[in-house]
């Protein structure tokens, strides 16, 4: 189909090709596979306050170590949202987090929480919430360190089953971030039904700061109105200073992005997280 087509082109980087279609089963095969080959790998960004700079919590990203393709999230993962296989490779992606915690736990390190990307896919699932319940439970992880990103805008016909698994998960003790925010629509009634506690200001507005008074003005616009509706916000994206000149600095939580930390390891994460216990060693 043409959809399909036009998502193998941004896939390939290109649109030409005869064999598109070959090339998909390919994909699709592979990400089926990929599980059972342990070709994904969970990398981790931390976010910081930004007053103290201080680590407030992690985002786990996810990478897939095919042998065949070069290919981030943003192309495989509505991939495997088309082909069925996002709910699988959620649950991967939350026993993975799981047990770095419980490793993590079990080194002696600071414990942040971190944030899990779910499409609206996994919350169409009915089971979603016992899901996550359960797993939690399996590693024993606090409920309160996990949170889960879900993109502006992505809900489809499914709202109310969605929102029901949202709120399931929120009284086992997670919390929600809305990702991406700026760029879709979400209805301003709508968030306030959500249940959640943090809004990701998108990185296109980021993008565009200091000199774009257009995008400081809407940046500021969400930093106040999470203020008046008691949620945090974070933005994302962040790869120089200069971008914070002209953001209301005062009212905004955290930031994310190249300027402070890029995506690492769990062993480079797991070595930003001692740091701070080797200075104290150091320094006795
Ligand atoms: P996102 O949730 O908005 O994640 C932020 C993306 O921005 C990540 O791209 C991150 O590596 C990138 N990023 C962070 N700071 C900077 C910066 O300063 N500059 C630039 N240029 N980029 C920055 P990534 O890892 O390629 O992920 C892309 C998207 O794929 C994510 O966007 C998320 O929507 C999705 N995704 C990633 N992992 C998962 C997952 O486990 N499950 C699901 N459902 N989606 C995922
Ligand atoms: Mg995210
Ligand atoms: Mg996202
Ligand atoms: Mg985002």
Same mark, same amino acid.
């Given at each position: 189909s043409d959809k399909r087509l036009r998502r193998l082109g941004a896939f390939n980087g290109?649109? %030409?090709?005869?064999s598109l279609d070959l090339d998909l089963d390919l994909v699709v095969h592979s990400l089926e596979s990929a599980i059972e080959r342990d070709e994904f790998e969970v990398v981790y960004q931390p976010k910081v306050?930004?007053? @103290?700079? =201080?680590?407030t919590g992690l985002e786990a990203l996810l990478r897939w170590n095919s042998v065949n393709f070069d290919v981030g999230p943003a192309h495989f993962i509505p991939i495997a949202e088309e082909f069925g296989l996002i709910n699988e490779i959620g649950r991967w992606v939350l026993k993975a987090c799981c047990k770095q915690l419980k490793d993590w736990r079990a080194g002696g390190q600071i414990l942040h929480p971190i944030a899990i990307n779910v499409s609206t896919l996994q919350l169409e699932d009915p089971n979603f919430a016992t899901m996550v319940g359960a797993t939690l439970s399996e590693f024993g992880i !606090?409920?309160?360190l996990i949170e889960f990103e879900l993109t502006e805008g992505?809900? /489809?016909?499914q709202l109310e089953a969605c929102m029901t698994q949202m709120q399931s998960v929120a009284n086992l003790g997670c919390q929600w971030a809305i990702d991406d925010f700026g760029v879709g629509y979400s209805s301003l009634s709508r968030l306030h039904k959500l249940p959640i506690s943090k809004l990701k200001i998108d990185k296109s507005f980021l993008d565009q700061l200091p000199h774009d008074v257009g995008a400081q003005n809407i940046s500021n616009a969400i930093i106040s109105m999470a203020r008046s509706l008691s949620l945090s916000v974070v933005a994302e994206g962040?790869? !120089?200073? /200069? %971008?914070? @000149?002209?953001? =209301?600095?005062?009212d905004l939580d955290d930031l994310q992005g190249y300027y402070c930390y890029r995506p690492m390891s769990a062993s480079g994460m797991t070595e930003i997280l001692s740091a701070p216990l080797k200075g104290k060693l150091r320094a006795s």
């Open positions: 290109n649109a %030409q090709s005869g306050n930004c007053k @103290t700079g =201080d680590i !606090d409920p309160a992505a809900f /489809g016909l962040v790869e !120089d200073y /200069g %971008q914070l @000149t002209g953001l =209301d600095l005062s």
